[in-house]
């Protein structure tokens, strides 16, 4: 596709539940971002992936979240055990390479914890 | 720790007016910096970003932005707004050496006026 494609756009979830969010970043684009959002802040960086692995998961708030990418293209984001602290926009981006700083975001999966 | 400040929650201008946002961070060494635009329905877009050299950096949609070391400052200007830059603006650095961990400001509400 043209750009970043996330899914789904709204999830809402209880108390207790298991989420998964999609990712599918720009074709090529080897480098594959998770950020989250929550109502009135700016994005907080969760994890990164060059390729298949995982090369900084320094974000991850806690062992609840947890993120793959088999193939070195689309990604999943999955929580555990969902807490109404969770309920955030999360937002995924992809770039060519990690250093040149412009990642190009999709337009988010918002998730509310009831 | 690093950090981004953005004074000012929500800014009203008329179109054809000037426009800065400001942008203040703190940082232990000199860190890339990076403004981004989210319209609504959209994903984050990089406007422009200033890694070293000249300080005064332009970015695209008629942006630009001045890092002031002294003032550890990055503010963004525009000579003149139109209807269509009314979104939500979110300055950012990141470390050298790693800089797809952007930290972000809480960003800036932008209304244009007819």
């Known amino acids: 596709g043209a750009g970043v494609s996330q899914t789904p756009s709204n999830k809402v979830t209880e108390k207790g539940k298991y989420v998964e969010l999609r990712c599918d970043p720009i074709?090529?684009?080897?480098?594959l971002y998770w950020y989250r959002q929550s109502l009135g802040q700016g994005p907080e960086f969760l994890i990164y992936f060059q390729g298949t692995g995982a090369a900084d998961d320094s974000g991850l708030p806690n062992d609840r979240f947890f993120a793959v990418r088999p193939e070195g293209s689309v990604s999943t984001l999955k929580i555990q055990r969902t807490e109404r602290g969770d309920s955030a926009v999360y937002l995924c981006a992809s770039s060519l390479t990690s250093d040149t700083g412009e990642l190009f975001f999709g337009e988010g999966s918002r998730l509310t914890v009831l | 720790a690093q950090s981004v400040t953005q004074p000012d929650i929500h800014i009203t201008v008329s179109e054809g007016a000037s426009l800065e946002l400001r942008c203040n961070y703190s940082y232990g060494a000199t860190p890339y910096l990076f403004w981004y635009v989210q319209s609504p329905g959209q994903g984050l877009q990089l406007l422009l970003k200033y890694f070293s050299g000249d300080t005064l950096v332009q970015g695209i949609k008629g942006f630009e932005a001045e890092f002031k070391r002294s003032q550890s400052s990055f503010n963004l200007r525009k000579p003149s707004v139109h209807w269509s830059d009314a979104a939500e603006y979110f300055c950012?650095?990141?470390?050298?050496?790693?800089?797809?961990?952007?930290?972000f400001g809480k960003g800036t509400l932008l209304t244009v006026n007819p």
């Open positions: 074709s090529g684009h080897t480098a």
């Open positions: 950012a650095v990141g470390p050298r050496g790693s800089n797809y961990k952007l930290t």
